[in-house]
């Protein structure tokens, strides 16, 4: 009975609180003052100006350059020269121009050896026909060529450049004629057909 009483005694010096928080999850923080302030619509916004000068590439410059040295060279543009030639190829044509000088060969105003990628075969045939004249350090070469490929308007030139030097002199048929420089050739892609892979491919044969 003593603990009984003992443990009564003990809860009645316990007191508990009868008011309870109607929100008892929430926390509350002071409102701070914001850090940025927003500038005033009547404050003028100052104004950045930036200024920058780009170089032009040494390759464009060096267009440039040629571009002047062909205009120099051919007054009047490719149209008023008189020893002229149009070669083709493929999907490829050329306008050869041929004036006395040292065997510069350009194209569309780059060198010959940049714009052909110095593939040593297609710089082979610009100046075939010169070099069977034995003219490859008497005349110049310029070029306009557009359409196909480089290797097609490479054989192209070879005609333009064989057809201006008939201009230069009828004498020069002969030899010309005799390594086929003369000849147009006509071989280009055969076109696709219908119901076959390519030209003349046909698919694959099933039984069943």
Known sequence: MASISNLAASLSTLS???????????ISFPRA??????????A???????TATVDAPPEEEEIIELKKYVKSRLPGGFAAQKIIGTGRRKCAIARVVL?????????NYRDAKEYL???PLWLQYVKVPLVTLGYENSYDIFVKA??????GQAQAITLGVARALLKVSADHRSPLKKEGLL????????????????ARKAPQFSKR
């Open 183 to 198: 000849t147009r050739d006509a071989r280009v892609v055969e076109r696709k057909k219908a119901g076959l892979k390519k």
């Open 16 to 26: 508990f609180s009868s008011q309870v928080s109607q929100r008892p999850n929430t």
């Open 117 to 119: 990628q110095g593939n």
């Open 146 to 151: 557009h359409g196909g490929g480089l290797s």
């Open 44 to 50: 003028r916004r100052a104004s950045l100006s930036i």
């Open 33 to 42: 003052n914001s850090v940025f302030a927003l500038p005033a619509k009547s």
């Open 99 to 107: 004036q006395e000088g040292t065997g510069k060969v350009i194209i």
